[in-house]
Structure formats: structure tokens, C-alpha cells
Nanobody
């Protein structure tokens, strides 16, 4: 059974940083690409970033380029989303998702399993 569990969210001031984690189980973690998505109140879910099997990153949101990075630790079956220089508009529930293959897909339909999310709130 595929499981994805996010953690690391919280309340942070503008300009602050967080490291979100996504712990995976129930599948061959090192084979699949993993993505991060977010959904702000009243808005549609949007893709943020994805990391392929080989560690290459694909940005889905231009607004996070230069501020967010993603990494994976295959020994721990975990991916990380480092979020820096946070802005109030980054406030959202952040979700990780397992891609259907080893490369980062072009849309959310390429992801087949989702975690429950972790809340990130950016406010002074």
C-alpha cells in the first residue's frame, strides 16, 4: 500500500524558511519521481516542483524558482522541499505525490498517489 506522509509545515514569518519532508513507503521509492503541490484557500491546487528518479528537478511554478529546492534521500525513502524567502502568498497546504513513472510528468494527471498534506502559513 502506497503511503506518503508530509511533515515540517508550520507558521513562519515572511522571509523565513522551512524544510518539508515527505516520507514514502509501500513502493520502490528509488524508481519513481516525486512531486510537491500546494493548495491555497479558495484556489486550485498547483504544482510546485518535482524530482526525478535521477535527481533532476522540474519546476512547475515560476514563482518559486530561486527560493524552493527539492532533494531526495533514497536510503531514507524521503524527499525534501526546502522553502526559503517565504512570502504570504506561499501560504497553502503542501502535498507530495508519487509520479506514475521515473520522470517528472507534465501535469498532475501523471501523479497517482497523494499524501495528506502539511500546512504552511506565512504571516507576521
Amino acid at each position: 500500500q502506497v503511503q506518503l506522509v508530509e511533515s515540517g509545515g508550520g507558521l513562519v514569518q515572511p522571509g523565513g524558511s522551512l524544510r518539508l519532508s515527505c516520507a514514502a513507503s509501500g513502493f520502490s521509492f528509488d524508481y519513481y519521481a516525486i512531486g510537491w503541490f500546494r493548495q491555497a484557500p479558495g484556489k486550485e491546487r498547483e504544482g510546485v516542483l518535482c524530482i526525478s528518479r535521477t535527481g533532476g528537478s522540474t519546476y512547475y511554478a515560476d514563482s518559486v524558482k530561486g527560493r524552493f529546492t527539492m532533494s531526495r534521500d533514497n536510503a531514507k525513502n524521503t524527499v525534501y522541499l526546502q522553502v526559503n524567502s517565504l512570502k504570504p502568498e506561499d501560504t497553502a497546504v503542501y502535498y507530495c505525490a508519487k509520479a506514475r513513472s521515473s520522470y517528472c510528468p507534465g501535469s498532475s494527471s501523471g501523479f497517482g498517489s497523494w499524501g495528506q498534506g502539511t500546512q504552511v502559513t506565512v504571516s507576521s
